[in-house]
């Protein structure tokens, strides 16, 4: 064979291989630029442009640059930028759960004080004034429904945390006093995810408050639990401020 053959030869392995490896690059470059627009939706869902805005615009901002750099046919760089799209957009969602997390338990905790307060007010009014008057004492259902105060619970979670305990404390003190009354567990969800879920979540929520009344020394037999999930919202709309208020556990009165 002829050398200038042999150089056709050579010239159009080089052209193939070429291609091929430039295919290859395109595909993994793609793959990393789905995998980096999905993570920035994930943090978006977790509210990360609320909670954590400075990192969403670096993720995005890397995002835009990694389909810039792909539509220009630059596919390690696109690449590169996609990667560290993906990792911002991470770090955007897990910064924007953390501080979700702490303004609901600071919200939480505020509701909780407010409870403890009108729970001492109640039961201060209640023993108070109509004690001296027989006929005028309600009867302990009644007294249970005034004195007895929902806990609330952070996003996604079964935990009582201090300020939950401490409204738990106060009902305890009372039930302890009234060892007649039978109580109901109620436990509620807000309405993120599904019906299902939502139930076993409402069920580990009342099931968290039980065990801690049964340690604290109330009777097993004067409560049981059930889960409503999601189907009774104390408020109906489709906001934080609404969602952390149906988070809870709530103590109906056996009859």
Same mark, same amino acid.
């Given at each position: 064979?002829?050398?200038?053959?042999?150089?056709?030869?050579?010239?159009?392995?080089?052209?193939?291989?070429?291609?091929?490896?430039?295919?290859?690059?395109?595909?993994? +470059?793609? =793959?990393?630029?789905?995998? @980096?627009? &999905? %993570?920035?939706?994930? #943090?978006?869902?977790?509210? !990360?442009?609320?909670? $954590?805005?400075?990192?969403?615009?670096?993720?995005?901002?890397?995002?835009?640059?990694?389909?810039?750099?792909?539509?220009?046919?630059?596919?390690?760089?696109?690449?590169?930028?996609?990667?560290?799209?993906?990792?911002? +957009?991470? =770090?955007?969602?897990?910064? @924007?759960? &953390? %501080?979700?997390?702490? #303004?609901?338990?600071?919200? !939480?905790?505020?509701? $909780?004080?407010?409870?403890?307060?009108?729970?001492?007010?109640?039961?201060?009014?209640?023993?108070?004034?109509?004690?001296?008057?027989?006929?005028?004492?309600?009867?302990?259902?009644?007294?249970?429904?005034?004195?007895?105060?929902?806990?609330?619970?952070?996003?996604?979670?079964?935990?009582?945390?201090?300020?939950?305990?401490?409204?738990?404390?106060?009902?305890?003190?009372?039930?302890?006093?009234?060892?007649?009354?039978?109580?109901?567990?109620?436990?509620?969800?807000?309405?993120?995810?599904?019906?299902?879920?939502?139930?076993?979540?409402?069920?580990?929520?009342?099931?968290?408050?039980?065990?801690?009344?049964?340690?604290?020394?109330?009777?097993?037999?004067?409560?049981?639990?059930?889960?409503?999930?999601?189907?009774?919202?104390?408020?109906?709309?489709?906001?934080?401020?609404?969602?952390?208020?149906?988070?809870?556990?709530?103590?109906?009165?056996?009859?």
């Amino acid at each position: 064979m002829s050398r200038k053959r042999w150089g056709w030869v050579l010239l159009i392995g080089i052209l193939y291989f070429g291609m091929m490896g430039a295919g290859s690059c395109g595909k993994k +470059a793609k =793959d990393q630029i789905g995998r @980096a627009e &999905a %993570a920035v939706e994930e #943090a978006k869902q977790a509210q !990360a442009p609320e909670y $954590a805005p400075d990192e969403y615009k670096s993720a995005e901002e890397s995002l835009d640059s990694a389909r810039q750099q792909f539509d220009n046919r630059r596919y390690k760089k696109a690449e590169e930028d996609a990667t560290t799209a993906e990792a911002q +957009a991470r =770090d955007a969602r897990d910064k @924007a759960l &953390a %501080a979700r997390r702490q #303004a609901e338990e600071e919200a !939480a905790r505020r509701r $909780a004080e407010e409870e403890r307060r009108l729970a001492r007010t109640n039961t201060s009014a209640l023993f108070g004034d109509t004690l001296n008057d027989y006929q005028n004492v309600p009867s302990e259902e009644e007294l249970a429904r005034q004195v007895l105060h929902d806990v609330h619970f952070a996003f996604d979670s079964s935990e009582l945390n201090e300020n939950a305990r401490g409204v738990l404390d106060l009902n305890i003190e009372w039930l302890k006093q009234h060892p007649n009354v039978k109580i109901e567990i109620e436990g509620h969800t807000d309405e993120q995810g599904t019906e299902e879920y939502n139930l076993a979540l409402g069920a580990r929520r009342a099931k968290a408050v039980y065990d801690y009344l049964v340690a604290a020394g109330i009777a097993p037999g004067r409560m049981r639990t059930i889960s409503y999930g999601e189907s009774m919202p104390l408020n109906p709309a489709s906001t934080e401020e609404a969602w952390s208020v149906n988070r809870r556990a709530h103590f109906a009165v056996m009859q």
